[in-house]
């Protein structure tokens, strides 16, 4: 069983920081392949940033998000951290973290969100 828990959510203003861990625990996912995705109110769940395949530093961001999010992992390899600068309103969303169990898998293990809000 995989077990994700995500925290560092919260309120912040435009401009303002944040970032995100999740916690990870089990043996049926790879570390090297995790990711964070979003949700809005009303929109699909997207993908913000995950691994392509961390063991050949191979990483995938949004357009929307590039410049600003950065993904990255513990030594441990058993916490995923998103450091997110330079919100605006738009990154309001519940912020999922993901595995799989290969690089090549859809993600289906999930964490129960936390959410962040970005005031103007």
């Known amino acids: 069983q995989v077990q994700l828990v995500e925290s560092g959510g919260g309120s912040v203003q435009a401009g303002g920081s944040l970032r995100l861990s999740c916690a990870a625990s089990?043996?049926?996912?790879?570390?090297?392949?995790m990711g964070w995705f979003r949700q809005a109110p009303g929109k699909e769940r997207e993908a913000v940033a995950y691994?392509?395949?961390?063991?050949?530093?191979?990483?995938h961001y949004a357009d929307s998000v590039k410049g600003r999010f950065t993904i990255s992992q513990s030594n441990a390899k058993n916490t995923l951290y998103l450091q997110m600068n330079t919100l605006n309103p738009e990154d309001t969303a519940m912020y999922y973290c993901?595995?799989?169990?290969?690089?090549?898998?859809?993600?289906?293990?999930w964490g129960q969100g936390t959410q962040v809000t970005v005031s103007s």
């Open positions: 089990g043996s049926a996912y790879s570390s090297n392949c």
């Open positions: 993901a595995a799989r169990a290969t690089c090549v898998r859809p993600f289906h293990y």
């Open positions: 691994y392509l395949d961390l063991s050949v530093g191979l990483t």
